[in-house]
């Protein structure tokens, strides 16, 4: 479902008619509050979509094409270069994106999404019942998703199509500047102004009038007069269908909500703006998209705003300056260049909830979270009950977590533990520890040291292996996986080794991975290379083991069901069961 804009308003100096060009809204469904960011409601710490500092024109694509659109808990963009990114809930693909070359609109439903390219094809993903991401070849001028539908629509030739559940257009609908999808009914706006819809339910039902701009929510509909004033129609439970006594230039209705941005670039909203939706933030926006439980904005320079829930990602935003990220059990936090914390998933026990201050470093759990901070000291949050929280008065480089305990060290000096301390005292200095759910392993000299619990053997090395050198290694909830030196037990090939509770070696992985970083996820195993190339493995097909294509990273994190990395240009990228 989409907003759009009085373009005649702003881009007069270009075309003096008034001609309304498509752009974007979202669908949501409640989530969670209570993960939080630094400072305020926004991601800090983010770079532009696109540098022009004009909204950002993609080449070869028509002006006011919309390029942020959101569905449910997922939200999806376009950047400079016309590269498709989603974010938020993953569990139907939804935020897997089609490859396109360039594309130039993009347009969310409840659980999948579309994009136009700039040969004016449709491409769309998620969740496929009833056919609604299968659109017939185009060109197409324009395109919406809403619900569980999808229309595009052919401007010059006339032609309306959709696909999904909501009933065909009709048949003397006419040309059309642009259409919009609800729950189960759609409008379009034709060339002559007059709002058109099909379907059933009380927004079918558009007012008399000429109009130059339309929106279409799950429920109701918004249209903008010429003067910009607003007018809104269908279900109105929640006043989203009352509009204020103000003009806009763009015109937002999606879910049980209202929104429009006024001449000077501020958004207005209306409806029920529960969840965090309602701390707005201050400054000069291109479109705004609302979701039931977060919204995301369109910075005028091209950057990207969101606020309200982040319990599913929905609500991040695209983070391109992080120094270190770290997957807990359903929680990811990340350290941004300015040295703040953020967290975001499941916010159960305060895991999202970090402290201010200035920090390097960042481990998360399965209950709790810690980092170091740039002046020594480890600051720990979430659940307390082990005592995993009270960080000794000291100063460490690194601290690693795992479900009931910390351990921190200084570079050269063994790790000092704390809460559940059960066989967790460590004499050596250790490198690449890793915490699991009771045990934590890493390296002494290059041999396999693990202390903890070993309530189903995740301590015992395998004994081919116990005097082996070790390349790497990491630690999943039950298991440890490594990669041998061949040279230290009689092979030429090195040898990828896991034990208990770990998901099986891929054939593929036997003789070894080249792999300089290992870290495991409840059911999941993912290797970085020196290259910056990954590969994940789990026993069931799993989408946290579908690494994007074509991207390389400088470290990697694996959680249950969702695996998050760091770009060597410090962008945050997440996919599994949340996208980022």
């Excluded at 070359?101 to 439903?109: F, N």
């Excluded at 199509?161 to 729950?183: I, Y």
């Excluded at 890793?434 to 995740?458: E, M, R």
Aim: some cysteine; overall charge negative; charged content about 15%.
């Amino acid at each position: 479902m989409r907003s759009v804009v009085l373009w005649a308003l702003v881009l007069a100096s270009c075309d003096a008619s008034l001609r309304v060009e498509p752009a974007p809204s979202f669908p949501s469904q409640p989530g969670d509050i209570g993960t939080t960011l630094p400072n305020d409601p926004l991601v800090p710490g983010q770079a532009p979509l696109d540098d022009t500092g004009d909204g950002g024109v993609v080449d070869g694509c028509t002006a006011g094409h919309a390029r942020l659109d959101a569905g449910m808990d997922f939200t999806c963009a376009i950047d400079a270069d016309g590269a498709v990114s989603c974010w938020g809930l993953n569990d139907r693909r939804q935020a897997l994106p089609a490859a396109v070359d360039v594309g130039c609109e993009v347009t969310a439903g409840d659980a999948h999404a579309c994009v136009l390219d700039a040969d004016g094809e449709v491409a769309c993903w998620g969740a496929d019942g009833g056919g609604r991401t299968v659109l017939p070849e185009g060109p197409w001028d324009g395109v919406d998703a809403g619900g569980a539908s999808s229309c595009a629509w052919r401007a010059q030739g006339a032609v309306t199509a959709c696909a999904g559940s909501v009933a065909a257009p009709p048949e003397d609908l006419g040309a059309v500047e642009e259409a919009g999808v609800g729950s189960t009914f759609a409008c379009a706006l034709r060339i002559d102004g007059e709002v058109r819809c099909w379907g059933v339910g009380a927004g079918a039902s558009p007012p008399e009038g000429t109009f130059a701009a339309l929106a279409v929510g799950a429920g109701h509909a918004c249209a903008l007069e010429r003067s910009g004033t607003p007018v809104c129609w269908g279900a109105n439970g929640a006043g989203q269908a009352t509009p204020p006594e103000e003009t806009f230039d763009r015109i937002v209705a999606d879910a049980d909500a209202s929104c429009g941005i006024t001449p000077g670039g501020a958004i207005r909203c209306w409806g029920d703006l529960s969840g965090g939706r309602d701390a707005i933030p201050d400054g000069r926006f291109a479109d705004v998209a609302i979701g039931t439980s977060h919204m995301c904005a369109l910075e005028e320079a091209g950057g990207v705003r969101c606020w309200g829930a982040r319990n599913l990602l929905q609500g991040v935003g695209p983070v391109r300056d992080a120094l270190d990220v770290s997957v807990g059990e359903d929680h990811v936090c990340w350290v941004l260049s300015t040295g703040a914390l953020a967290c975001a998933g499941s916010p159960s026990q305060d895991k999202t909830s970090p402290p201010g201050g200035t920090f390097e470093q960042v481990s998360a759990g399965e209950f709790h979270s810690c980092a170091t901070g740039t002046d020594g000291k480890v600051a720990c949050w979430g659940t307390s009950g082990a005592g995993q929280l009270a960080a000794p008065d000291a100063l460490f480089d690194t601290v690693v977590v795992n479900g009931r305990a910390s351990c921190a060290w200084l570079v050269g000096q063994a790790p000092t533990c704390w809460g559940t301390t059960d066989n967790l005292a460590f004499t050596t200095p250790v490198s690449q520890l890793g915490g699991g759910y009771g045990h934590f392993c890493g390296l002494s000299d290059g041999k396999v040291l693990c202390k903890g619990a070993n309530l189903i053997g995740q301590l015992d090395v395998p004994a081919a292996y116990v005097d082996a050198d070790w390349r790497a290694l990491g630690t999943g909830r039950g298991f440890t996986c490594g990669e041998v030196d061949p040279a230290t037990v009689g092979a030429t090939d090195p040898a990828l080794v896991c034990w208990r509770d770990a998901p099986a070696v891929p054939e593929s992985l036997v003789g070894g991975g080249g792999f300089v970083q290992i870290d495991g996820g409840r059911d999941h195993v993912c290797g970085r290379r020196g290259d910056g190339s990954v590969t994940c493995w789990a026993d069931v097909a799993s989408t946290a083991t579908e690494v994007p294509a074509g991207v390389t990273f400088s470290h990697v994190s694996a959680g249950n069901g969702f695996t998050c990395g760091l770009t060597p240009d410090r962008r945050l990228r997440c996919w599994g069961r949340y996208a980022l």
